[in-house]
């Protein structure tokens, strides 16, 4: 056997222990005939008697490793954007499968709802649970699944898997929500409201909604599952522009309708085929926008009802109009966007409360996927064609509609590219929808489509991109810190995975977006953000995936490429206050409000329910650096608690200290017994954990730890957390 590799390896090793790694995708599949021949390898090896080879495993190996007493090199960054040889950069599956990549995330936010209020009234130990959309959450964190390198079939078993789990975490939330409003605990709990949820609703497929008016009152219960009071907007499809919106106290929630579009309802009709195998006789006329106020781990309810006849009119119809003068400016809060009513440009973003003034553009591309058939573009691999990226438009009409809610700005790119810039009136952040596809490939020309944002910042090649929805890394165009870097794909080789977000700053503002799914993003240009929302590739990127990434959805005949429909968030700052909006609003897209709808006059509703609550003392929420990650009651009858600082040291001048959460006051009503501080897997106790201690080449030893939180009273039940910590429970009520 070539012994080789070994020798290469010990030559970079520190000590004289190597790993020596056994193992290979579609490798070693019969074990008996490998571990005869390792057994041979392994006996001749020692009787030579140079080298002592063992079967062994990583802690043994890190044990010795630890004993050596070497002083160690620190790597503080990660490894992206990682190539296993020239052009081959694997940055492609940031974006690979969009639609499978939202849904997964959609879900995780959904799992942490559901999760919370199967705690709130009590887990059943018999009748549908969260557990199977946690396991196929759990199976779809694997490398090929929610990566988008796994082959059509698989993708569609992983998807598959999510829908199941999806339906029995649903009437897991809706039985617990019915038990919540009635007061109730899940044994007492007979006979309660039936609710539905509408998980298609950005397709506006919403069957609950659609009815209101119809001589039935719609009643909306909304569960926020932060730990902070939130005020968000809502849109639910309508055929009836005469509703009226009003609160649990019966005041009058000012209301918008906007026109449905025809690009959604074409949607809705094809995708309602062909996911619930229904055609859709009649298509919602409106959207119904307005906000809601929803306290901390807590609900608060809406009613929909006709507005009365006298003086029926529509309310609240959105103003279109045809655009006169040379510059449209559109917001009807304090975060205006104008746009050239010529070209249709984006032109600034301007924030009157802060001053920033961000002259700004946005525009659609797409790179032309490699046929090189050497290393095409394909699952794994971005490599575009070597021509400047494709402009898709350098003029596009503007359709324009205003309201006391919400301004918005349609437009359609080219036939497969549609956009909705929203400006809500109490954000101060613009919302940006994207319908894209089906991606054409009729020319032999697999796309890779990217928007992106252009200000007149300057930058010096640098932009950050979050690490795991955690903290933000620094990028520097063609730079590794580690090594020399030769360039040869400027694009592929400068994309970095997004979970959170990523921005860029000069010496005045920021300019940041945050995103609804993984994806992939990069800045090509000083100045410019650019992220990647769509691929469709006709060659195989040769990494073991088998085939190309060219995804498509069927009604019986008739099959298309998949259009993918998201949204991606963008505000501008002032240097250094960027950070709260990213980790406030971070958290809010992340944890979307669940909505929950049934139909019942309101009179008989507030007479038998409760139309608002929380289980945190009403005085009480959690400070704005800390997030609920966890609350999750087990078999056992323990609950599992995590709870997270979201911002890093130094990042934000009040935000990144230490934060304190009040256990008595977030769990008002329940009494804690016991506490018990884990590991963050929750499989070890804290107390029982052994930290190593490890020598860092070139540091004295006098460096300053990191804050971190003391021990928890047992009296108080008081929690800190430092910059960045991640604390676990187990607690008993």
């Given at each position: 056997?070539?012994?080789?590799?070994?020798?290469?390896?010990?030559?970079?090793?520190?000590?004289?222990?190597?790993?020596?790694?056994?193992?290979?995708?579609?490798?070693?599949?019969?074990?008996?005939?490998?571990?005869?021949?390792?057994?041979?390898?392994?006996?001749?090896?020692?009787?030579?008697?140079?080298?002592?080879?063992?079967?062994?495993?990583?802690?043994?190996?890190?044990?010795?490793?630890?004993?050596?007493?070497?002083?160690?090199?620190?790597?503080?960054?990660?490894?992206?954007?990682?190539?296993?040889?020239?052009?081959?950069?694997?940055?492609?599956?940031?974006?690979?499968?969009?639609?499978?990549?939202?849904?997964?995330?959609?879900?995780?936010?959904?799992?942490?709802?559901?999760?919370?209020?199967?705690?709130?009234?009590?887990?059943?130990?018999?009748?549908?649970?969260?557990?199977?959309?946690?396991?196929?959450?759990?199976?779809?964190?694997?490398?090929?699944?929610?990566?988008?390198?796994?082959?059509?079939?698989?993708?569609?078993?992983?998807?598959?898997?999510?829908?199941?789990?999806?339906?029995?975490?649903?009437?897991?939330?809706?039985?617990?929500?019915?038990?919540?409003?009635?007061?109730?605990?899940?044994?007492?709990?007979?006979?309660?409201?039936?609710?539905?949820?509408?998980?298609?609703?950005?397709?506006?497929?919403?069957?609950?909604?659609?009815?209101?008016?119809?001589?039935?009152?719609?009643?909306?219960?909304?569960?926020?599952?932060?730990?902070?009071?939130?005020?968000?907007?809502?849109?639910?499809?309508?055929?009836?522009?005469?509703?009226?919106?009003?609160?649990?106290?019966?005041?009058?929630?000012?209301?918008?309708?906007?026109?449905?579009?025809?690009?959604?309802?074409?949607?809705?009709?094809?995708?309602?085929?062909?996911?619930?195998?229904?055609?859709?006789?009649?298509?919602?006329?409106?959207?119904?926008?307005?906000?809601?106020?929803?306290?901390?781990?807590?609900?608060?309810?809406?009613?929909?009802?006709?507005?009365?006849?006298?003086?029926?009119?529509?309310?609240?119809?959105?103003?279109?109009?045809?655009?006169?003068?040379?510059?449209?400016?559109?917001?009807?809060?304090?975060?205006?966007?104008?746009?050239?009513?010529?070209?249709?440009?984006?032109?600034?973003?301007?924030?009157?409360?802060?001053?920033?003034?961000?002259?700004?553009?946005?525009?659609?591309?797409?790179?032309?996927?490699?046929?090189?058939?050497?290393?095409?573009?394909?699952?794994?691999?971005?490599?575009?064609?070597?021509?400047?990226?494709?402009?898709?438009?350098?003029?596009?009409?503007?359709?324009?509609?205003?309201?006391?809610?919400?301004?918005?700005?349609?437009?359609?790119?080219?036939?497969?590219?549609?956009?909705?810039?929203?400006?809500?009136?109490?954000?101060?952040?613009?919302?940006?929808?994207?319908?894209?596809?089906?991606?054409?490939?009729?020319?032999?020309?697999?796309?890779?489509?990217?928007?992106?944002?252009?200000?007149?910042?300057?930058?010096?090649?640098?932009?950050?991109?979050?690490?795991?929805?955690?903290?933000?890394?620094?990028?520097?165009?063609?730079?590794?810190?580690?090594?020399?870097?030769?360039v040869n794909q400027p694009q592929a080789g400068n994309y970095y995975p997004l979970n959170l977000g990523i921005y860029i700053e000069d010496k005045k503002?920021?300019?940041?977006?945050?995103?609804?799914?993984?994806?992939?993003?990069?800045?090509?240009?000083?100045?410019?953000?650019?992220?990647?929302?769509?691929?469709?590739?006709?060659?195989?990127?040769?990494?073991?995936?088998?085939?190309?990434?060219?995804?498509?959805?069927?009604?019986e005949d008739k099959c298309e490429g998949l259009t993918v429909r998201g949204n991606y968030y963008l505000s501008i700052?002032?240097?250094?206050?960027?950070?709260?909006?990213?980790?406030?609003?971070?958290?809010?897209?992340?944890?979307?409000?669940?909505?929950?709808?049934?139909?019942?006059?309101?009179?008989?509703?507030?007479?038998?329910?409760?139309?608002?609550?929380?289980?945190?003392?009403?005085?009480?929420?959690?400070?704005?650096?800390?997030?609920?990650?966890?609350?999750?009651?087990?078999?056992?009858?323990?609950?599992?608690?995590?709870?997270?600082?979201?911002?890093?040291?130094?990042?934000?001048?009040?935000?990144?200290?230490?934060?304190?959460?009040?256990?008595?006051?977030?769990?008002?009503?329940?009494?804690?017994?016991?506490?018990?501080?884990?590991?963050?897997?929750?499989?070890?106790?804290?107390?029982?954990?052994?930290?190593?201690?490890?020598?860092?080449?070139?540091?004295?030893?006098?460096?300053?730890?990191?804050?971190?939180?003391?021990?928890?009273?047992?009296?108080?039940?008081?929690?800190?957390?430092?910059?960045?910590?991640?604390?676990?429970?187990?607690?008993?009520?």
């Amino acid at each position: 056997m070539n012994m080789t590799p070994s020798f290469l390896q010990a030559n970079v090793t520190r000590t004289n222990h190597i790993m020596w790694t056994m193992g290979d995708d579609f490798q070693y599949q019969y074990a008996e005939s490998w571990f005869k021949q390792m057994d041979k390898l392994i006996h001749y090896v020692n009787k030579d008697g140079r080298v002592n080879a063992l079967y062994s495993t990583p802690s043994i190996y890190t044990d010795v490793k630890n004993a050596a007493n070497e002083a160690w090199p620190l790597k503080t960054d990660d490894y992206f954007p990682y190539a296993d040889r020239e052009n081959a950069y694997w940055t492609g599956f940031f974006t690979s499968r969009p639609g499978l990549k939202r849904y997964v995330r959609q879900l995780s936010g959904f799992y942490l709802a559901t999760r919370q209020l199967e705690f709130l009234v009590g887990k059943k130990s018999n009748g549908p649970s969260t557990c199977s959309l946690g396991d196929a959450l759990g199976i779809a964190q694997h490398h090929d699944a929610v990566s988008g390198t796994a082959k059509q079939h698989t993708t569609d078993d992983y998807a598959k898997r999510l829908a199941i789990g999806a339906s029995e975490a649903e009437a897991t939330g809706n039985s617990a929500l019915s038990c919540l409003v009635s007061n109730k605990s899940r044994d007492q709990c007979a006979t309660t409201a039936t609710f539905s949820q509408c998980q298609l609703l950005n397709i506006s497929y919403c069957p609950p909604a659609e009815e209101a008016g119809v001589g039935k009152s719609l009643v909306i219960v909304v569960y926020n599952p932060l730990g902070w009071n939130r005020t968000e907007i809502v849109r639910i499809p309508v055929n009836d522009a005469n509703l009226v919106v009003s609160d649990s106290s019966g005041k009058t929630i000012e209301a918008q309708y906007v026109i449905m579009d025809n690009v959604t309802s074409n949607l809705r009709k094809f995708y309602q085929k062909a996911y619930l195998g229904l055609s859709s006789n009649q298509v919602p006329q409106y959207w119904l926008v307005f906000p809601v106020s929803v306290p901390p781990l807590g609900w608060s309810t809406y009613f929909i009802a006709n507005a009365p006849a006298i003086g029926k009119r529509r309310n609240g119809l959105s103003v279109t109009e045809s655009p006169l003068n040379e510059t449209v400016e559109i917001g009807p809060g304090i975060l205006k966007m104008s746009f050239s009513s010529t070209t249709g440009q984006l032109k600034r973003m301007h924030n009157s409360k802060t001053g920033v003034d961000v002259p700004l553009q946005q525009s659609y591309l797409w790179y032309g996927s490699s046929s090189d058939l050497q290393q095409p573009s394909g699952a794994y691999v971005f490599r575009p064609d070597g021509s400047p990226p494709h402009i898709v438009a350098r003029s596009v009409p503007l359709k324009v509609y205003r309201g006391s809610v919400v301004d918005e700005v349609h437009q359609q790119f080219n036939p497969w590219i549609y956009q909705v810039t929203r400006l809500y009136k109490e954000k101060e952040h613009a919302e940006i929808e994207y319908t894209i596809g089906p991606i054409p490939t009729e020319d032999s020309i697999g796309k890779e489509v990217i928007t992106q944002m252009t200000a007149n910042m300057v930058t010096d090649k640098v932009y950050y991109t979050d690490s795991n929805g955690r903290d933000f890394l620094k990028r520097i165009r063609d730079y590794r810190a580690d090594w020399n870097l030769s360039v040869n794909q400027p694009q592929a080789g400068n994309y970095y995975p997004l979970n959170l977000g990523i921005y860029i700053e000069d010496k005045k503002s920021e300019l940041s977006v945050l995103v609804d799914r993984a994806t992939g993003g990069a800045s090509i240009k000083d100045g410019q953000i650019e992220l990647m929302l769509h691929r469709r590739t006709i060659f195989v990127d040769l990494r073991g995936f088998g085939e190309a990434l060219d995804e498509s959805v069927c009604v019986e005949d008739k099959c298309e490429g998949l259009t993918v429909r998201g949204n991606y968030y963008l505000s501008i700052n002032q240097l250094g206050a960027g950070s709260i909006w990213r980790r406030t609003v971070g958290q809010e897209v992340y944890s979307p409000l669940l909505l929950a709808f049934t139909h019942e006059k309101e009179e008989t509703w507030k007479a038998f329910h409760l139309t608002e609550g929380t289980v945190m003392d009403p005085d009480y929420s959690l400070p704005l650096n800390v997030a609920l990650i966890t609350l999750q009651e087990l078999d056992d009858g323990n609950v599992l608690l995590r709870l997270a600082h979201l911002y890093e040291e130094g990042e934000d001048a009040n935000y990144s200290a230490l934060a304190k959460v009040e256990l008595n006051k977030m769990f008002s009503g329940k009494i804690i017994r016991e506490l018990k501080e884990m590991s963050i897997s929750a499989n070890q106790y804290k107390s029982e954990m052994k930290r190593m201690t490890w020598k860092v080449e070139g540091e004295s030893g006098d460096e300053a730890s990191p804050v971190r939180g003391g021990p928890v009273d047992s009296s108080t039940f008081v929690v800190e957390l430092g910059p960045m910590e991640i604390r676990t429970f187990l607690l008993k009520f």
